[in-house]
């Protein structure tokens, strides 16, 4: 029985992040380390008073607003109880890598959570962090090797969240799962998208190191599909696997087709991030894309621009305006058009926001404008408004905003169909998303689909859930049936 009256004796409390001036000279977590067991800043006594605010309420939002369904409530009074250890069992019930979204989920059960009613929420992801990294201090997490193992061969192709859940999945019901991925290390944009500063790589690596000692194989450095020599075919692919996971991601980034595109210093956002991450991991002192002293611009409000935004204060920018077209979202949520216990579309404060850096909203740019040499100088701006939900230019309104450099944080278009796609001959919908069935199996037999690949482009917690939807799918095929669980399928998703 949780605590009844938790939340009226207990305010809403975080850990503090690390002092600005002293994050900016590194690129480790923006968070203090644990330490001896707990967190210095934030100890285990405060993350138990923490949990104690959930009162159980009877009709869990939180779990309902979770795409993995992570069991909050329970968790949260066995965290309160200081039953760590039965914390994170019913933790690993639901989500492979709670690590991943204890850090980096926009945590979508705090908006459902009845707290949120007051804007005050349990800290549910920050508790389900606890759990896991404790558990992972303690040697709780340990490989779960299958009893028997099934003769069946499944390839997953991508090694994001997506892939890597279900590979783990399978790997647990017994099949023998290889991921491929066309890069040099595995994760997915967990690798090379997401900086340091957010979640660092050792997070990923030991839960690697753990689906590696439970069999799962990892191939790297191949582009499955592409007909470059030395990279699989797809004709081989399904002559080795008695059945394929795609997970490759939505990883065409939108572009801005506006005048002076081409000028030199303009790039996508996911040219620029892999360097950041490598820079950030020792691997290269000099990043082709080095936001060091330049005046930058980036253009896109959401978690990629944050991400550019953090990187380019690290790399000693002289000065970073985000720009978003959209006007700025409200402080906290209008109950009329976006009531509880739905999102809530406020204005976030990242830890990279926190660092400087200005934000413009409802501006458009008009044009990139060069100098003699070809690179970019500056960008032509408007500022817009929205008229019968169009945007609409404000006359009058335009202005020069000087860069050296501008990285195009827009979103993403959907799959990369040129290569793998094309040649597995699995359907598109118009967004650029392979089409699947409730079971996450394509169009093609046998060839299933899970994460952004999918979706379209999406949240972590979203492609382990799917990930695991489509490990169902897969033990169905291969086998006629499957204990493995369905946190989603596509048509319950799009009547929520
Ligand atoms: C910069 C950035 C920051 C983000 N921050 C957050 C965040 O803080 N929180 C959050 O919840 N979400 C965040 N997201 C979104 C989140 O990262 C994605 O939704 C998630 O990673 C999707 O997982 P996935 O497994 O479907 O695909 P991905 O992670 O994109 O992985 C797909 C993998 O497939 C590989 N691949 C593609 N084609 C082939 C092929 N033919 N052969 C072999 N390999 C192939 C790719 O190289 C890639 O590694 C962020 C996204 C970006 C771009
Ligand atoms: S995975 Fe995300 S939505 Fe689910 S409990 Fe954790 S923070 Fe909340």
Known sequence: MADQTGFLKYERSLPPRRP??????????????????????????????????????????CHHACPVANLIPEWNDLARRDDWQDAIERLHATNNFPEFTGKLCPAPCEGSCVLNLQESPVTIKQIEWEIIDRA???????????????????????????GLAAAQQLTRAGHEATVYERADRIGGLLRYGIPEFKMEKSVLDRRLDQMRAEGTRFVTGVEVGSGRDGDPTVEQLHADHDAVVLAVGATIGRDLPAPGRELAGIHLAMEYLPFGNRQA?????????????????????????????????????????????MPAPPDLRDQGSNPWPTYPMVMRVSSAHEEGGERLYSVNTEKFLGDDSGNVRALLLHEVERVDGRFQKVEGTERELPADLVFLAMGFTGAQREGLVDALGVEVDGRGNVVRDDEFMSTVPGVFVAGDAGRGQSLIVWAIAEGRAAAAGVDTWLTGESMLPRPVTPTAVALR
Request: aromatic content about 6%; glycine content about 12%.
């Open 281 to 325: 991991l020792g691997e290269l002192d000099d990043p082709p894309i080095d936001a060091h002293g330049k005046h930058v611009v980036i253009i896109g409000g959401g978690d990629t621009g944050a991400d550019c935004l953090g990187t380019a204060h690290r790399q000693g920018a002289a000065s970073v305006t985000q720009l978003e077209i």
């Open 20 to 61: 600005v001036e002293v994050r900016l000279l590194d690129w480790k977590d923006v968070y203090t380390r644990r330490e001896n067991g707990e967190d210095p800043l934030f100890p285990t006594a405060e993350v138990r008073t923490q949990a104690a605010r959930c009162m159980d309420c009877g009709i869990p939002f």
């Open 136 to 162: 992972w201090d303690e040697g709780w997490v340990q490989p779960q090797t299958p009893a028997e193992r099934s003769g069946k061969k499944v390839a997953v192709v991508g090694s994001g969240p997506a």
